[in-house]
Nanobody
Framework: VQLQASGGGEVQAGGSLRLSCAAS????????MGWFRQAPGEEREFVAA????????YYADSVRGRFTISRDNAKNMVYLQMNSLKPEDTAVYYC?????????????????WGQGTLVTVSS
């Protein structure tokens, strides 16, 4: 799966950004899509995931209630609406396809990654 993420930028604390991810895959609607982030000097961490049914949405505790993940299967797109941003949300955000919900990291060798988009939140 080829993934193209966009929408990153710089915003002040309390502001909002919307990330978008375009995926190229015919079986898009049957796989779990998601977002990860990696801050400087830190490990890549899970942010949010969305499955193929309405109830299949998952969030990291650090973003729950502030971030919303959604998908448009007709357009092969995944979105991450980020509200009430904090300086600690500053990171490179990666779109990912074919996540593994049974893995503690949410990814495995089959997971595909986009190129990343930088989000900077200033205080």
């Amino acid at each position: 799966v080829q993934l193209q993420a966009s929408g990153g930028g710089e915003v002040q604390a309390g502001g909002s950004l919307r990330l978008s991810c375009a995926a190229s895959r015919r079986a898009f609607r049957s796989i779990i899509m998601g977002w990860f982030r990696q801050a400087p000097g830190e490990e890549r961490e899970f942010v949010a995931a969305i499955g193929w049914t309405v109830g299949m949405k998952y969030y990291a505790d650090s973003v729950r209630g502030r971030f919303t993940i959604s998908r448009d299967n007709a357009k092969n797109m995944v979105y991450l609406q980020m509200n009430s941003l904090k300086p600690e949300d500053t990171a490179v955000y990666y779109c990912a396809a074919d996540l593994d919900r049974y893995s503690s990291t949410w990814y495995n060798r089959k997971t595909d990654w986009g190129q990343g988009t930088l989000v900077t939140v200033s205080s």
